[in-house]
C-alpha cells in the first residue's frame, strides 16, 4: 500500500486549501481501513486532525473540527483535506497514514509541507 500526498504548498492567512492523499495498492473502502492526517508543526511533535473509516464515518480532533473537513473520493481513490481560514500556526508537513485493523498493517505517506504565510 501506497500513500502519496498532493496539494499547494503556500498559501496566504485566511484562505482555504485542500490536499489531496491518492491510495495505491489498497481500496479507499477497504473493510477496517481507517484514513488519517496528521501534521507536524515546524519544532513541535506530530498532531492528529482526524480520520475517515471504510464507512465513510468521520471523526476529528476537536480543536480543528471547525476548520478542517475529511473527506473520500472513492472514484479516484483518494482521501482528502480541505482547510478554511488558515492561520501561521498551521503551517505544518501534513502526512497521510492509514490502519488496516484487519491485519494490524499500517501505512505512511511521505508528507507535504503546508506554508500558510502572507
Known amino acids: 500500500v501506497q500513500l502519496q500526498e498532493s496539494g499547494p504548498g503556500l498559501v496566504k492567512p485566511s484562505q482555504t486549501l485542500s490536499l489531496t492523499c491518492t491510495v495505491s495498492g489498497a481500496s479507499i473502502t477497504t473493510n477496517d481501513a481507517y484514513w488519517s492526517w496528521i501534521r507536524q508543526p515546524p519544532g513541535k511533535g506530530l498532531e492528529w486532525i482526524g480520520y475517515?473509516?471504510?464507512?465513510?464515518?468521520?471523526y476529528y480532533s476537536p480543536s480543528l473540527k471547525s476548520r478542517f473537513t475529511i473527506s473520500r473520493d472513492n472514484t479516484k481513490n483518494t482521501a482528502n483535506l480541505q482547510m478554511n481560514s488558515l492561520e501561521s500556526e498551521d503551517t505544518a508537513v501534513y502526512t497521510c497514514?492509514?490502519?488496516?485493523?484487519?491485519?494490524?498493517?499500517?501505512?505512511w505517506g511521505q508528507g507535504t509541507q503546508v506554508t500558510v504565510s502572507s
Open positions: 497514514h492509514a490502519v488496516f485493523y484487519s491485519d494490524t498493517q499500517n501505512y
Open positions: 475517515i473509516g471504510y464507512s465513510g464515518g468521520v
